[in-house]
DNA sequence: GCATTCTGTATTTTT
DNA sequence: TACAGAATGC
């Protein structure tokens, strides 16, 4: 790295770069080029001798990996070899590879996403005769994340579902496989208990940084600060303002404990924020002020005033979507501002359909981030589960997935009864199966058994071929075939062809993508147990998109953390969608963090920002009533302009015109 | 025993 | 609206 490209950094950016040993804490404010100064620490620290190898960084998706990645390569100059970036889980994951031993399982484990973890739970309350109307699996499955993390302890109000999660972890155990949560626990009870283990990582890893350290869990921190303590040269970066991801555990108050567990860290804020205007930043400013639990700090801007935030009332949500996709056209013929500089937010992903319709139908080309990743599509899981099967045969719940998919006459009588001999013997339907298939006296009829044995050779025929084989793309593919898994297909959806014909496509896709990752040179261990674990990780915007360029992003404020764009439209920002109706429940956090939601939105924006309002929106069946987000009030009346169709309103007269507005539509 | 159709219900954010 | 589970039909 050449010295004068430190120039391109301000002071304190340029202190944190070169503040390479001990802890390290960067308090980064939205805008203020974070992610180009972890960079250039990254390329600093190589370029000063220290050993790709010993680098650890960790990220919070695995898209934001891949592009420091990509950028450290860019500045250096050089190929990158033996560098740790990665998520946090996928760390977890690697470790368990190599360690999960310590603990009884096999290295070829599956991860279970939430998907599969809540039909474990449904599986395993079943067995246990819970009613099925007093288990809402979703929330149960929250419930054990938060036991299983710590977060929470069994009291008597949920002392009722303690049995059930000890059963839980037992099948978990038997199937081989592994939750979310997993990933990071269990590293830290290996860690823990085999310190000889820990003492390699800590050898390993001398230097660690952890980006968006505010949305790191308790345990995540932990697992970091075990291997940390070994050479205390841990840097990490955060923005409390931006911590939304509390219900997934993030603790953006590590920050303040990251300050006592080190005592001797050091403090380095960045203030000066480079992406928005004046008036932007200062909205935003304005609004985040109100939280009461947060680090001091003022961020400003050096650039120009630009023009106000526009507030707009739509009446209702496609009035909305055909006011974004109008103003977007015409930003794009009259301003040329490029399509893919244009960011659409929301609340929740269900929002974006209104949106999509009027893109649709103005012609203006888009792309979504969010709603069901491509590996979550029923025809993909599908095949995934098969490959999860031959993995790892005692994966269970893939296997129920599969099992009689394409039909062969395997159903609910034949699995009870195998499940019956299966918990008996405290083993996996595949092993008991495997265990009955040449045995006398066997209680299935010769029907089910000549099925189940043809199931069980197929499986293993292919199993085989896959773990030895170079070539999964080709070897699935053939798979598929003699599955006939297309007919099936085409026959589930017999009504509609097309439908059929778009997930025969996918299929198609996926094969693709399998083979490309294969035959990727730089791929240093093409192996089925690899691409299983690395796909479970993949989350919906980590897809390479082959085109980025030319198409407007529509995604939820969640997933633009870290992103920028010219102009941004902030739709639906009524109350109740945010801050959310269903996140209020207890504590007056969640307000906050809705309001942190809502400042992260209006800091993705560069030049323009546009805040959308709808006066009536339709929800579930019926029309609700809406009113405009109470974070909208926080914005002072000199710094936005509410809009009346096209036309401007005089701030004084906007909340008369707002309620006139309201009258209006109530019939 | 299995498949299809129907009904009803629940919709936050995601590694 | 979209999906899961129940009821009904084959």
Known sequence: MKLDELKDLNPQQLKAVKTINGPLLIIAGAGSGKTRTLVYRLAWMIEKGIPQKSILALTFTNKAAREMWLRICKLTGKKLKGLTVSTFHSFGSKILKNCIHHLGYKNNFSIYDQVDKTALIKEVAGEMSFSPDSIDAYKVSSLFSKIK???????????????????YQAHLKVYNAVDFDDLIILPIEIFGKYTDVLETYRNKYSYIMVDEFQDTSNCQYELIKLIAKGNNNICVVGDDDQSIYSWRGANYQNIMQFERDFPDVREIKLEQNYRSTKNILSVANRVIMHNRNRKEKSLWSGLDRGSLVEGHYPKNESDEGSFIARTIKSLHAREDIPFHEIGVLVRTNSLTRYIEEAFLEENIPYRISGGTSFFQRKEIKDIISYMRVMANPDDDINFLRIINRPRRGLGKKALETIRTIADSKGMSLYSAMSAIRYAYGSPLPEKIKHSLNEFLTLIE??????????????TLSSFIDSIDYQEYISLEHRSKPKLARYKIDNIKNFLRMLEDWEKDPDNMDPSLYNYLNRITLITRDDIDDNDETGKVNLMTIHSAKGLEFEVVFLAGAEDGIIPHARSLGDGEDNIEEERRLFYVAITRARKKLFISSCLKRRYMKGLMECSPSPFLSDIPDELISFFKGEEPVDSSEANDYFAALKEQFKR
């Not at 025929?461 to 080709?474: C, F, G, P, T, V």
Request: proline share 0%; no cysteine.
């Open 461 to 474: 025929y292919y199993r085989e071929k896959l773990l030895s084989n170079r070539n999964m793309a080709d």
């Open 149 to 167: 993390t710590g977060l929470i302890e069994w009291d008597h109000s949920n002392d009722q579902y303690r049995s059930l999660y000890r059963e």
